[in-house]
């Protein structure tokens, strides 16, 4: 079974002859516990083209020290890293190996650099005795997985030398205890006075790679993040062409998939909804700017985003809704709440989590996912662009932008002139996919377009809102009414289901009432006027 650390640290590297500060009476620090010395003995993995390097990720097998076993670091913030760690075994554990999946694909991960590091260990404690921080000193000696210890100072490719030494020093606040960032930056210029320099590496493994000769060019070094093949020619306003800005976007919703994909595996908050986000945005630009990146190439990837997307839906639709019915029982009064309808919700709520959770993993697990990513990776290392992505920006994303929007007023027209009733339930309902790939379209834009843009996504989001809070209210009373027919089915009684029914339906009523005025102001003419450049 895996555990996660969150790591918050600060890395330090000095000469051989610097000495390390007393750092009590730095700021908290009361007392410094010698805590002993440990052998530490790593081997770190990674794929023949270091993709996980390439992204800041370490994954190694440790013996020695009190943590021994298999570590996989996924970067956070600046400084701030989560530890997934698992038992000791001779390969890597699938349950980290799934971690990483999104950037390894289907690559064979394999030991490239062992790392020895004799480590020296004080405890930073306030004056009550409690733990604040945790000083390692490390002397670190880095070399060529599978390389013989008297291979000498030069690799047998002669490719560079075969082993690096240099002394480290880590300082790492204590999970749950008083440290703070404020503790971090005292001890940093207690040190910085004592001549210890800032880490030149992010990482132990970095610096291994480097100074072993191991470390490989990253693809696209040195060019500008967005740009691709045809890109750069005819630059518009600020240099930009129409193919920089869309591949711009289409690369960070990429990225976000990609990031995303550990933390939905983790279940951890928010994650599925932003990972769905990610997919819906990517289609969306795809649908878009077709002018700008070949249709025949994004439209069999536009179906499998969408594919994924209903994957992901089915566990955060089931969250959304259980928590707006969770919430809309919570607003009544106790004496409204007739029978055990809070357990019943609860039962009702965790059943739909069982199944809809063991999908999702099976997708993320799946032949098709990985397939998926894999044709995004390709994607972006050759883009399909067409003729209009050499020609300025403004131009031809107001052009997208504009008729996206004609396409939203032609369904929002259409719904509002729908009466009441079902139909006008499925006419909104498409409006508002259209109001959010309007806004997805602007969001694009941007770069090129600046403020009008900015102003355009707020309205259209806007719209969005109410049309996305109309449809949850069509979703909740389908809900209620499956709720109040199990009740009575159950000699429960479903008054309250009811007249969670009834709210819901004027909550709809609400919105549909609130639509025409907020519509207004989008379909102002400035507003589409000030997009063209």
Known sequence: ???????????????????????????????????????????????????????????????????????????????????????????????????????????????????????????????????????????????????????????????????????????????????????????????AAAGVRPASSASKLARALAETGLERARPGKGRTKGSGKGAGKGAGKAGRTAGDVVLRYVREQVRVIIELDPAVRHDLPDSVHQMRVATRRLRSAFRSYTKVLDRAVTEPIGIELKWLAAELGVDRDREVLAERLRAGLAELPRTLRLGPVAARLRIWSERRRAGSRGRLLAVLDGPRYLSLLKTLHALLEAPPLRKAATRPAPEVVAQAVLKDYRRLARRMEAALDTPAGQARDEALHGARKAAKRTRYAAEAARPALGRPAKKFVRWTKRVQQLLGDHQDSVVARGALRELATQAQQAGEGGFTFGLLYGREEARAADRERELPGVWKKVSRRKNRAALRP
Request: charged content about 35%; hydrophobic content about 40%; proline content about 5%.
């Open 1 to 191: 079974m895996a555990d996660t650390v969150r790591e918050i640290e600060r890395k330090y590297e000095a000469d051989d002859d610097t000495q390390l500060p007393d750092l009590a009476g730095t700021d908290r620090v009361a007392t410094v516990v010698e805590q002993g010395v440990e052998v530490l003995d790593a081997l770190y993995y990674d794929t023949a083209d270091q993709r996980l390097a390439a992204d800041g990720i370490t994954l190694r097998r440790r013996t020695g020290g009190k943590d021994a076993g298999w570590h996989l670091k996924l970067p956070v913030a600046p400084g701030v890293r989560d530890e997934v760690r698992a038992p000791l075994s001779d390969t890597p554990p699938a349950e980290l190996t799934a971690l990483v999946r999104s950037r390894v694909l289907d690559q064979e991960l394999l030991p490239l650099v062992r790392l020895r590091t004799r480590r020296t260990v004080r405890l930073l404690q306030d004056a009550a005795g409690a733990p604040l921080a945790e000083v390692a000193e490390d002397a670190v000696r880095a070399r060529r997985a599978g390389e013989a210890e008297e291979a000498g100072e030069a690799g047998e490719s002669g490719e560079g030398p075969a082993e690096a030494r240099w002394r480290e020093i880590e300082v790492e606040l204590i999970e749950g205890g008083g440290g703070d960032a404020e503790l971090l930056d005292e001890i940093g210029r207690a040190l």
